[in-house]
T-cell receptor, first 116, second 112 residues
Framework: QQPVQSPQAVILREGEDAVINCSSSKALYSVHWYRQKHGEAPVFLMILLKGGEQKGHEKISASFNEKKQQSSLYLTASQLSYSGTYFCGTVPLLTYSGGGADGLTFGKGTHLIIQP | DAGITQSPRYKITETGRQVTLMCHQTWSHSYMFWYRQDLGHGLRLIYYSAAADITDKGEVPDGYVVSRSKTENFPLTLESATRSQTSVYFC???????????FGPGTRLTVT
């Protein structure tokens, strides 16, 4: 089952903040965030492992609540370059085989549009 | 050039024909994956491979066949193409022990 992402789409002005949520019905080992620009391949942003850690990358950070099987991606002071579709990918705890050989189960994506 | 490449980038084929999508990576990554991307579905895993000669089914494997005789290549074959297989196909790879997947540029396949 695919994780559920919300919102499906969001339109922001440059400089505003955004939060994208990812929720799973399964116990998770890890959550992965990717960004895809139109016509391009998805690009890795970050991984959050079981343990409830929070990670950051410049003005983009994420959290993982393993009790709720939820992850949130935070984009602070958004820039035009942040526009694109954001996907969360999950590895269920039950099927985790170790080492990264598992493929990911992706959500349907959140379309983020940043306007000047 | 180093990286992960896919060929062809665009393909139009007829229903019932066999078509093979190629994926090649120069990093010697152990793990390789095939996803399809459709509007309203996001990315869905078709097959994955942990090493040469080791492949496993993903979420949507029906109608597809993969092989991996060499570490760097992971071709995907549609044995008898159907219109429902019209999609953008992405190949990805990752280092053993890492979940960071690197995606190829994709192949846009249209089945008429």
């Amino acid at each position: 089952q695919q994780p559920v992402q919300s919102p499906q789409a969001v339109i922001l002005r440059e400089g505003e903040d955004a939060v994208i949520n990812c929720s799973s019905s399964k116990a998770l080992y890890s959550v992965h965030w990717y960004r895809q620009k139109h016509g391009e391949a998805p690009v890795f942003l970050m991984i959050l492992l079981k343990g409830g850690e929070q990670k950051g990358h410049e003005k983009i950070s994420a959290s993982f609540n393993e009790k709720k099987q939820q992850s949130s991606l935070y984009l602070t002071a958004s820039q035009l370059s942040y526009s694109g579709t954001y996907f969360c990918g999950t590895v269920p705890l039950l099927t985790y085989s170790g080492g990264g050989a598992d493929g990911l189960t992706f959500g349907k994506g959140t379309h983020l549009i940043i306007q000047p | 050039d180093a990286g992960i490449t896919q060929s062809p980038r665009y393909k139009i084929t007829e229903t019932g024909r066999q078509v093979t999508l190629m994926c090649h990576q120069t990093w010697s990554h152990s793990y390789m994956f095939w996803y399809r991307q459709d509007l309203g579905h996001g990315l869905r895993l078709i097959y994955y491979s942990a090493a040469a000669d080791i492949t496993d089914k993903g979420e949507v494997p029906d109608g597809y066949v993969v092989s991996r005789s060499k570490t760097e290549n992971f071709p995907l074959t549609l044995e008898s193409a159907t219109r429902s297989q019209t999609s953008v196909y992405f190949c990805a790879s990752s280092v053993a022990g890492s979940y960071e997947q690197y995606f190829g540029p994709g192949t846009r396949l249209t089945v008429t």
